[in-house]
């Protein structure tokens, strides 16, 4: 039944629901540091926007903020009633001024998951009441930081204008400059969103070009460059879709700084999971190590 629910949840959903006991980083309380200037700035040309949840550890001292030009603390609950839960304190004070003092933008990720019985998403968009509650509590918390970031996943069919009109709201309600981005499916096939009509009412969309395989799958690359996985695309392909809607100003290509180690029944590609096994996160960082013992699989 676990996997059964995972496979239907999005990205950020599975990996919340799997962190959701985990302790939180050390960086999430912190009192912010005593920063003079800044030490690097961002080099990239591009918008670099990037993920930070809650229970990753990581030292802001050492983080990488040349690369980087935007950072999304993973995440404030949404309710179906509209009301916002905030367990870990985000974005974080420490984070906050870190990231200024670098000219590194913060934008606070909220998300509302069908994690529980599935409907969720709709209870909450079915209600005016609900909404105007969760706009005003998020406008409260994006005060003093550079916008917020929607990660809705996701949005049956039914409540697709319910949820479009729901981000014009809730954009119209931020200050001025603030800048609202929406967690996309990485695909424009899903009939909850009205992708349009969402580019022309947010800053940017951030693409979720991952997962296509995943814990509870087949052992398979997480951003395939032939057609495979969860959405039978290549991402290149799920790209083109959204590029053949709108101007590729108006999206940002998200792809995982991790892959998934699965136990397989054997080497070959795309070999089953191991019965009753457990599969992990690897991070980026860490996947070298991985590569010296086993090679390329």
Same mark, same amino acid.
């Given at each position: 039944?676990?996997? $059964?629910?995972? %496979?239907?949840?999005?990205?950020?959903?599975?990996? +919340?629901?799997?962190?959701?006991?985990d302790?939180?980083?050390?960086?999430?309380r912190a009192? @912010?540091? *005593?920063?003079?200037?800044?030490?690097? %700035? @961002?080099?990239?040309?591009?918008?670099?926007?990037g993920y930070l949840?809650?229970?990753?550890?990581?030292?802001?001292?050492?983080?990488?903020?040349? $690369?980087?030009?935007?950072?999304?603390?993973?995440?404030?609950?949404?309710?179906?009633d509209?009301?916002?839960?905030n367990?870990h304190a985000?974005?974080?004070?420490a984070l906050? !001024?870190?990231?200024?003092?670098?000219?590194?933008?913060?934008?606070l &990720?909220?998300?509302?998951f069908?994690s529980?019985?599935? !409907?969720?998403?709709?209870?909450?968009?079915?209600?005016s009441?609900?909404r105007?509650?969760?706009? %005003?509590?998020l406008?409260? *918390?994006?005060?003093?930081?550079? &916008?917020?970031?929607?990660?809705?996943?996701?949005?049956?069919?039914a409540?697709?204008?319910?949820?479009t009109s729901?981000?014009?709201?809730?954009?119209? %309600?931020?200050a001025?400059?603030?800048?609202?981005? $929406?967690?996309?499916?990485?695909?424009?096939?899903? +009939?909850?969103y009205?992708?349009?009509?969402?580019?022309?009412?947010?800053?940017?969309?951030?693409l979720?070009?991952?997962?296509?395989?995943?814990g &509870?799958?087949?052992? #398979?690359?997480q951003?395939?460059?032939?057609?495979?996985? =969860?959405?039978?695309l290549?991402?290149?392909? +799920?790209?083109?879709?959204f590029?053949?809607?709108? @101007?590729?100003?108006?999206?940002?290509?998200g792809?995982?700084?991790? &892959?998934?180690?699965w136990?397989? /029944?054997?080497?070959?590609? #795309?070999?089953?999971k191991?019965?009753?096994a457990? /599969?992990a996160?690897v991070? =980026?960082?860490?996947a =070298?190590a991985?590569f010296?013992?086993y090679?390329?699989?």
């Amino acid at each position: 039944m676990l996997l $059964l629910l995972l %496979a239907l949840l999005g990205p950020h959903a599975r990996e +919340a629901q799997l962190h959701a006991n985990d302790p939180e980083g050390a960086w999430v309380r912190a009192r @912010p540091a *005593l920063l003079r200037s800044a030490a690097t %700035a @961002p080099v990239v040309t591009r918008r670099v926007y990037g993920y930070l949840p809650y229970w990753e550890s990581i030292d802001l001292t050492q983080f990488h903020w040349d $690369l980087i030009t935007d950072v999304i603390p993973f995440s404030v609950n949404i309710g179906t009633d509209g009301s916002i839960s905030n367990t870990h304190a985000l974005p974080g004070a420490a984070l906050v !001024s870190a990231a200024h003092a670098h000219g590194v933008k913060i934008h606070l &990720g909220a998300t509302l998951f069908n994690s529980s019985g599935g !409907s969720e998403i709709a209870t909450f968009l079915a209600s005016s009441a609900a909404r105007s509650k969760a706009i %005003a509590q998020l406008t409260a *918390l994006a005060q003093g930081i550079e &916008g917020l970031n929607l990660d809705f996943e996701f949005v049956p069919s039914a409540s697709r204008d319910a949820f479009t009109s729901f981000v014009q709201q809730l954009h119209a %309600a931020m200050a001025a400059g603030a800048e609202l981005t $929406l967690a996309m499916p990485a695909t424009t096939g899903m +009939a909850g969103y009205d992708n349009v009509k969402l580019a022309a009412s947010t800053e940017r969309l951030l693409l979720m070009e991952y997962d296509f395989h995943y814990g &509870g799958s087949n052992a #398979g690359p997480q951003s395939p460059l032939t057609r495979g996985g =969860f959405w039978n695309l290549s991402v290149s392909d +799920a790209v083109g879709r959204f590029l053949n809607l709108m @101007p590729a100003s108006s999206r940002a290509m998200g792809v995982p700084y991790y &892959g998934l180690d699965w136990p397989t /029944v054997s080497a070959a590609p #795309g070999a089953a999971k191991t019965a009753g096994a457990s /599969v992990a996160t690897v991070l =980026f960082k860490d996947a =070298f190590a991985k590569f010296s013992a086993y090679g390329r699989l």
